[in-house]
T-cell receptor
Framework: DTAVSQTPKYLVTQMGNDKSIKCEQN?????MYWYKQDSKKFLKIMFS???????INETVPNRFSPKSPDKAHLNLHINSLELGDSAVYFC???????????FGPGTRLTVT | TQLLEQSPQFLSIQEGENLTVYCNSS?????LQWYRQEPGEGPVLLVT?????EVKKLKRLTFQFGDARKDSSLHITAAQPGDTGLYLC????????????FGGGTRVLVKP
């Protein structure tokens, strides 16, 4: 069983489009995260939700909007996609805001 | 300037050789983690070190936390092609609001 899953694995779209990435975890964790990994492999946190409540919101353009319908799901919607949004987006989860985070396999977003 | 500096950025070795990668900072940390990320996958936690001078072993991998808790190293003995991946160190600095903060990573390639 996959602990943290993301869909889709690959996403190719044109500038200006709106797209969503979905994340689900079956670990029973109460905290979920979105990270962005750029072309140089630098991994940076974007958002975090604890019990469906937003607790971390980094300096991310407000074209990015996370939504957590329940503790097991955290989706990321991106409006008006730009070339610079091309990256790999990782979802992760943990129990509480503790150290040990479990990452999903990533979604490679390519904006053309 | 990144909080965690990793070196080298890239390392290519032959199977059976040893290697060491480093994670350095000017800040003191309460703990530090090492992750391995294989191509097309998310990072996977290898170890957490919490005590200055601590040494932890995971099969052929040896992790050390510096006495001053400002640096850490990962040593791999008799590297195998399966050790190929991106090695990331990470910490949870209070100055960054307890968000998991990653170093830039070291890409390791072990050639058969």
């Amino acid at each position: 069983d996959t602990a943290v899953s993301q869909t889709p694995k690959y996403l190719v779209t044109q500038m200006g489009n709106d797209k969503s990435i979905k994340c689900e975890q079956n670990l029973g964790h109460d905290t979920m995260y979105w990270y962005k990994q750029d072309s140089k492999k630098f991994l940076k946190i974007m958002f975090s939700y604890n019990n469906k409540e937003l607790i971390i919101n980094e300096t991310v353009p407000n074209r990015f909007s996370p939504k957590s319908p329940d503790k097991a799901h955290l989706n990321l919607h991106i409006n008006s996609l730009e070339l610079g949004d091309s990256a790999v987006y990782f979802c992760a989860s943990s129990q509480g805001t503790v150290y040990e985070q479990y990452f999903g396999p990533g979604t490679r977003l390519t904006v053309t | 300037t990144q909080l965690l500096e990793q070196s080298p950025q890239f390392l290519s070795i032959q199977e059976g050789e040893n290697l060491t990668v480093y994670c350095n900072s000017s800040s003191v940390f309460s703990s530090l983690q090492w992750y391995r990320q294989e191509p097309g996958e998310g990072p996977v936690l290898l170890v957490t070190v919490v005590t200055g001078g601590e040494v932890k072993k995971l099969k052929r991998l040896t992790f050390q936390f510096g006495d001053a808790r400002k640096d850490s190293s990962l040593h791999i003995t008799a590297a195998q092609p399966g050790d190929t991946g991106l090695y990331l160190c990470a910490t949870l600095p209070k100055a960054a609001g307890n968000k998991l903060t990653f170093g830039g990573g070291t890409r390791v390639l072990v050639k058969p």
